[in-house]
């Protein structure tokens, strides 16, 4: 959409021509989804016991559960690329939501103070429960670090009444 000026004297901006690539962004995304069938099938296949692609193919498709390579990769390899590759869409994400929210290409998750709230929690763990066990730890960490984020961002984004003296 083009903004139109109103006001005299101001000229409106040239007509702005939009090419569109629908060919060039479906062969992208094909390639794309090749490369991680690829990858995945290729970390199901390596590992301390190397089974051939062929055999992975074969456990997906045509599963017996007799072999044990079949149930290496059914119940172990598997389920962990497949998290793997939903994990790293979950990164992309929240990467491109970050960047767009902040308008900003080199957007980290250190720009809105993400890894500090994630340290102080972790600190704070450490300090007040220092007897507490590694997985109930992570734990508190986990649920604990939302809820501090929402209360600080919650209080910071509340406007004063309009009778309240203001600072400065």
Known sequence: MVAVSTQPGLSSPPDVKVHSRPLAAWLVLGLGLIALAFGIALSVSVGAADIRLVTVWEAVFRYRPELTQHQIIQEIRSPRALAGAMVGACFAVAGALMQGMTRNKLADPGLLGVNAGAGFVLAICFAFFPGLPYPLRLRCTRSWAP??????????????KEDSPRCG
Do not use: E, V, Y
């Open 147 to 160: 809820l501090w984020a929402q209360g600080l961002c919650t209080a910071s984004l509340r406007r004063p």
